[in-house]
């Protein structure tokens, strides 16, 4: 069974500070794994995507890295904002490959509190 | 460029009723993909609709369906509900989203369904 672990579940940080969330999978083989930011009340946004031959990918201060020997991704969020508290989701997407979908596996997500 | 609309925005409905959700996705987006987000199960992937058809379809039950529209519009409908259907609904559109695609995915802000 496809699955998706993040860590950690919560995290809280002060302004200015950098973090870097996890994500475990063990879906195999994909097609890309995407990063979302959810604000409270609102839908997911994209933050990066990357296909299983891209290393790392880097949208403003988030950067996303990929080893899919070990099938782990990270987000590093730099120099916090009070604006990043949210809830970070990792999702991966299935390649035809490994069973003729492409349903994605949601993690369940990591919620961030930046205090000033 | 207007974002994805869904409406209602919130719902409140009984056991054993049905529901009619809609979602207007981005204008030039011809795939829309249905998620249910709830605190205990995070997001599931519902199904995906791609020029009117049904193009991947997640693992819930047959309650849950959904069609689209000529001009890309699409509804979800729920029948029979339950207590477990409580959920924040989720659309998204992309330009091609599935396929093995890294089309960005767009989510709206969602319709709370509460069910008594």
């Known amino acids: 069974k496809n699955q998706v672990e993040q860590s950690p579940q919560s995290l809280i940080i002060l302004e200015g500070k950098n973090c870097t969330l996890q994500?475990?999978?063990?879906?195999?083989?994909?097609?890309?794994l995407r990063w979302y930011k959810q604000d409270t009340g609102r839908g997911p946004v994209s933050l990066t995507i990357m296909t299983f031959s891209e290393n790392t990918k880097s949208n403003g201060r988030y950067t996303a890295t990929l080893d899919a020997d070990t099938k782990q991704s990270s987000l590093h969020i730099t120099a916090s904002q009070l604006s990043d508290s949210a809830s970070y989701i990792c999702v991966v997407i299935p390649s035809f490959a490994s069973g003729g979908s492409y349903i994605p596996t949601f993690g369940r997500g990591t919620s961030l509190i930046v205090h000033p | 460029k207007a974002g994805v609309t869904q409406t209602p925005r919130y719902l409140i409905k009984t056991r054993g009723q049905q529901v009619t959700l809609s979602c207007s996705p981005i204008s030039g987006h011809r795939s829309v993909s249905w998620y249910q987000q709830t605190p205990g199960q995070g997001l599931q992937f519902l199904f995906e609709y791609f020029s009117e058809t049904q193009r991947n379809k997640g693992n819930f039950p047959g309650r849950f369906s959904g069609r689209q529209f000529s001009n890309s519009r699409s509804e979800m409908n729920v029948s029979t509900l339950e207590l477990g259907d409580s959920a924040l609904y989720l659309c998204?559109?992309?330009?091609?989203?599935?396929?093995?695609?890294?089309?960005?995915?767009?989510f709206g802000p969602g319709t709370r369904l509460t069910v008594l």
């Open positions: 998204a559109s992309s330009l091609g989203w599935t396929s093995g695609s890294v089309d960005e995915q767009f």
């Open positions: 994500c475990n999978y063990t879906v195999s083989p994909f097609s890309n």
